[in-house]
């Protein structure tokens, strides 16, 4: 890479850690269809779109549904899902995030939200984050789900930046791949045994900022 021009960060796991709140609300359906969801279960369910989700929690309870019925349970999970996030504060932003990002301005770098959530502009507004970001790419924006690489995609082409100056934050494999579909460089939030494909990886954005970024990837 010859040079960090913009980057790309996914919300869930990345930014704030609403995975808590998707297990709950997902455990909540799989209780009233009468089945236990672990939170192991829960980790099939990151960085994948809700009705993917769907199918996985189904697929653990060994349960099929026609099409109709289906889109009913996820709007149901969603509505207990939107009760919680509409608690949030900007007191949940994951410790480090709004440093480094203010280091990523401060070095005139583009910034882009991409997100597999229908509900991501919901909560960045909870945690006043709508103006840290040039572009929001969302659940809304686009048709294929993670590992496709159209969120990235789409983010770097509303930047008007080339994929190769991009770099990804993302909590989760699919995102991971997803990101390395799109050619983009990027750097896993998690720990190494998981997100093995990933460039980098780092538990926190905790003490990080641009220039130890720039080390990493320019050379
Ligand atoms: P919603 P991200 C993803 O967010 C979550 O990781 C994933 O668990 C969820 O199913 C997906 O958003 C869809 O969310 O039901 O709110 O539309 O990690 O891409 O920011
Ligand atoms: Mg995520």
């Given at each position: 890479m010859t040079e960090i021009e913009a980057c790309i960060f996914d919300l869930d796991g990345v930014i704030v850690d609403t995975a808590k709140y998707h297990y709950l609300a997902w455990k909540r359906l799989a209780k009233e269809l009468d089945f236990d969801f672990s939170k192991n279960d829960n980790e099939q369910l990151k960085g994948v779109s809700r009705m993917t989700s769907l199918d996985n929690l189904l697929g653990i309870g060994k349960l099929s549904f026609s099409q109709e019925e289906k889109l009913k349970l996820a709007e149901k999970k969603n509505f207990w899902y939107v009760e919680y996030i509409t608690k949030m504060t900007p007191e949940e932003i994951l410790p480090g995030v709004i440093e480094f990002i203010n280091t990523l301005r401060e070095n005139k770098?583009?910034?882009?939200?991409?997100?597999?959530?229908?509900?991501a502009?919901?909560?960045l507004n909870q945690i006043n984050m709508m103006n840290y970001f040039d572009v929001i790419i969302d659940g809304t924006k686009v048709k294929e789900a993670k590992p496709n690489p159209e969120v990235f995609l789409k983010s770097a082409e509303e930047l008007g930046i080339e994929p190769k100056y991009c770099v990804v934050f993302e909590d989760a494999v699919a995102g991971i791949q997803a990101a390395i579909n799109a050619q983009m460089?990027?750097?896993?939030i998690g720990t190494s045994d998981i997100l093995t494909k990933a460039d980098y990886v780092m538990n926190s954005f905790e003490n990080f900022n641009f220039d130890q970024l720039r080390k990493y990837f320019i050379k």
């Open positions: 770098i583009k910034i882009a939200l991409a997100s597999a959530s229908k509900n502009v919901k909560i460089n990027n750097v896993g």
